[in-house]
Antibody
Framework: QVQLQQSGPGLVKPSQTLSLTCAISGDSVSNKTTAWSWIRQSPSRGLQWLGR?????????DYDVSVKSRISIKPDTSKNQFSLQLNSVTPEDSAVYYCARDLGDYYASGIYIVYYFDFWGQGSLVTVSS | QSALTQPASVSGSPGQSITISCTGTSSDVGGYNYVSWYQQHPGKAPKLIIYDVTDRPSGVSNRFSGSKSGNTASLTISGLQAEDEADYYCSSYTTGGPSFGTGTKVAVL
C-alpha cells in the first residue's frame, strides 16, 4: 500500500518561500509508470493542481501556468521523496497543500495525460501571514 | 484551467439514490474518458472513488457508479448511507493540467 507523509512549516511570511516535502513508502519516486503531484485546496479556489515531477527517459516537470514562474517540484531519490517550493508567497497562497500519486501516460510529443490521483498525503495547512 | 461545474449541495434519505453532475466542455469532460471522482470527509484528504469515468478502485463500494454523456459526467450513489455524507469532487484531464470540479456537499437527511 502506497503511503505519502507530508512535512513542512505551517506558517510562512509574505514574500518568502513555502517549502513542503512528501515522503513516499510503498512505491518509488523514480517509478516510470507514475508521477508525483502537488495539489492545494482553499475556500476561494477549491482544488487546484500545482504541478508534478516524474521520471521516464529523464526527469520531467509540468506546472500550472498560474504558478509556473514561482514553483519548483524536485525529486530526491536518495530519500524517496519529492518537494514543493513556492516562492514570493502572498496571503492568497494560504491553503491546505496535498501531495498525491498521479497515474497517467507520457507521450514522446512531450504531453502527459493524467488519468487520476490514487493516493494522497494527509494534507498540510499553510498560512501566509506576517 | 477552468473549474468544472457541480451543484453546491445534494441531499437524500438513507436508502435513496442521488446523482451529482459535473459539467465541463469538449476540451475536458467531453473530449476524454479521464474523469475521476473523489470523496472528502471533513479534515481528511480526498479519496479516489471512480476513475476513467466508470471504474471503481479495489475496496470502493459498488454503491458508487459513474457515467458520462457529452460534456457532463455523473456520479450516482445508490442505497445512501450516513457514512456517504461528505464533499465530492470530479476531475478531468485537460491540456495544461487536470481540472477539478467546484465540489458538492452531500447531506444524508
Amino acid at each position: 500500500q502506497v503511503q505519502l507523509q507530508q512535512s513542512g512549516p505551517g506558517l510562512v511570511k509574505p514574500s518568502q518561500t513555502l517549502s513542503l516535502t512528501c515522503a513516499i513508502s510503498g512505491d518509488s519516486v523514480s517509478n516510470k509508470t507514475t508521477a508525483w503531484s502537488w495539489i492545494r485546496q482553499s475556500p476561494s479556489r477549491g482544488l487546484q493542481w500545482l504541478g508534478r515531477t516524474y521520471y521516464r527517459d529523464k526527469w520531467h516537470n509540468d506546472y500550472d501556468v498560474s504558478v509556473k514562474s514561482r514553483i519548483s517540484i524536485k525529486p530526491d531519490t536518495s530519500k524517496n521523496q519529492f518537494s514543493l517550493q513556492l516562492n514570493s508567497v502572498t496571503p492568497e497562497d494560504s491553503a491546505v497543500y496535498y501531495c498525491a500519486r498521479d497515474l497517467g501516460d507520457y507521450y514522446a510529443s512531450g504531453i502527459y495525460i493524467v488519468y487520476y490521483f490514487d493516493f494522497w498525503g494527509q494534507g498540510s495547512l499553510v498560512t501566509v501571514s506576517s | 484551467q477552468s473549474a468544472l461545474t457541480q451543484p453546491a449541495s445534494v441531499s437524500g434519505s438513507p436508502g435513496q439514490s442521488i446523482t451529482i453532475s459535473c459539467t465541463g466542455t469538449s476540451s475536458d469532460v467531453g473530449g476524454y474518458n479521464y474523469v475521476s471522482w473523489y470523496q472528502q470527509h471533513p479534515g481528511k484528504a480526498p479519496k479516489l472513488i471512480i476513475y476513467d469515468v466508470t471504474d471503481r478502485p479495489s475496496g470502493v463500494s459498488n454503491r458508487f457508479s459513474g457515467s458520462k454523456s457529452g460534456n457532463t459526467a455523473s456520479l450516482t450513489i445508490s442505497g445512501l448511507q450516513a457514512e456517504d455524507e461528505a464533499d465530492y469532487y470530479c476531475s478531468s484531464y485537460t491540456t495544461g493540467g487536470p481540472s477539478f470540479g467546484t465540489g458538492t456537499k452531500v447531506a444524508v437527511l
